[in-house]
């Protein structure tokens, strides 16, 4: 018995998309670019599936990619979003807080001489788009922002971007790493005015190694990856059934189920606030108000490792940060600018559907427990 706090990092497969999984790679099992029935059959499931991410996602089945996960999405957008219109310029909008899939091909551009523009976060982790406004100019040819932070839970003003953009008149494509915001906080990429939107499968209780890529309708994004011409010719590589099969039934599921769970974390998620702020004395919570899935909070003067290790001891998982970093200090956090015994302190709490009443008492009992029984480091 455990109690998993790391939602933000990866969610339990949901045993329906489990099924979903089995029966595409035991029964419908063709190869869909196969021209006899068979494989037939396996791409009349792909359509389905399609179709199904498109209703969660609230667009049209021709504009949703089927892709590797977020990261290849997100590299994707970005490395043939700024080739869509090298010759009009070489500047590139993003934020300081973004995830590593976004940073680094950002930085890999800036090695082939695009000029890239972080932008700084206040302290609750949040963008004004007054920034944008300000570092949109004539030869801004992307802007990528994400809709929310994997580590703070921050929401981004993504739909304020879209309009600074219009109304600057440059012709910036908007690129919306939506992984942490898919089935978390409601939209459509339409009602967002984004071209391009990342979503991963594991993120919403689908296997790891399957995502997906909204491409606005009419966009002539050019492939990242190329050969047998799948996926209209934008993503080579024999379709994935089994877990294309697998996001859709999550994709169905949560967007069935999404008003209740949305409500649910949002609950878990200030009681928890409430109760450890109460019980832990010193507590502090980080970002107030935010996506109801995640909590950032800090103990001023512990060290993050050794509290997740003493948490990690009697059964309660969660993250010092993003699970991408392996122990190195956080980019994230390391942005707001916390005085360094908060940046230390720093725990990423994050909720699903899934956790319970008893998951957030065994939280607030261990968090109490390690205040009391583990020394702080003052450094
Ligand atoms: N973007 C964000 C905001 C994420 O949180 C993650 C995963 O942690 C990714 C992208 C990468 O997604 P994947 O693990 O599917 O490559």
């Not at 070489?90 to 890999?108: F, M």
């Not at 809709?147 to 993504?158: K, S, W």
Request: charged residues 20%; neutral net charge; glycine residues 8%.
């Amino acid at each position: 018995m455990f109690h998993y706090f790391d939602n933000a990092a990866t969610t339990q497969v949901r045993p329906e998309a489990a099924q979903a999984a089995l029966e595409a790679m035991t029964q419908q099992w063709g190869n869909p670019s196969s021209v006899y029935q068979f494989g037939g059959r396996a791409a009349a499931l792909v359509k389905d599936c399609r179709r199904d991410v498109a209703q969660a996602l609230g667009c049209q089945l021709e504009e949703v990619y089927f892709t590797s996960c977020g990261t290849e999405s997100d590299n994707w957008a970005i490395r043939s979003g700024v080739e869509l219109n090298r010759r009009k310029g070489r500047h590139i909008i993003t934020t300081a807080i973004e995830h590593a899939a976004v940073l680094e091909p950002c930085r890999e551009l800036e090695r082939q001489g695009w000029e890239v523009t972080y932008l700084t976060p206040d302290k609750q982790g949040q963008i004004d788009p007054a920034q944008v406004e300000a570092a949109l100019r004539e030869d801004t040819m992307l802007v990528s922002m994400m809709l929310v932070n994997n580590e703070l839970g921050t929401i981004l003003p993504v739909k304020e971007t879209a309009r600074a953009i219009q109304k600057s008149g440059c012709p910036a494509l908007l690129h919306c790493d939506g992984v942490q915001g898919f089935l978390k906080v409601p939209f459509t990429p339409k009602e967002l005015g984004v071209d391009l939107l990342s979503i991963s499968g594991h993120k919403i209780h689908a296997p790891k190694g399957i995502g997906a890529l909204y491409v606005k309708k009419g966009l002539k994004l050019p492939p990242l990856i190329r050969g047998g011409g799948q996926e209209s010719g934008l993503r080579s590589g024999t379709e994935a059934t089994g877990q294309i099969a697998a996001l859709a039934a999550a994709a169905r599921l949560g967007r069935a189920t999404m008003e209740a769970d949305l409500k649910h974390m949002a609950r878990l998620r200030e009681e928890t606030a409430a109760r450890l702020t109460q019980q832990v004395p010193g507590l502090k919570v980080l970002v107030e108000h935010g996506a109801p899935h995640i909590l950032p909070v800090t103990m001023p003067g512990y060290k993050s490792e050794v509290v997740v290790r003493y948490l990690s001891d009697r059964g309660v998982f969660l993250s010092s940060g993003s699970a991408c970093h392996k122990g190195k200090p956080s980019h994230v956090f390391a942005a707001l600018k916390l005085p360094k015994p908060e940046l230390d302190g720093a725990l990423r709490i994050s909720f699903s559907a899934d956790t319970s009443q008893e998951d957030v008492d065994a939280l607030v009992q261990a968090l109490a427990a390690a205040k009391q029984e583990l020394f702080p480091t003052m450094s």
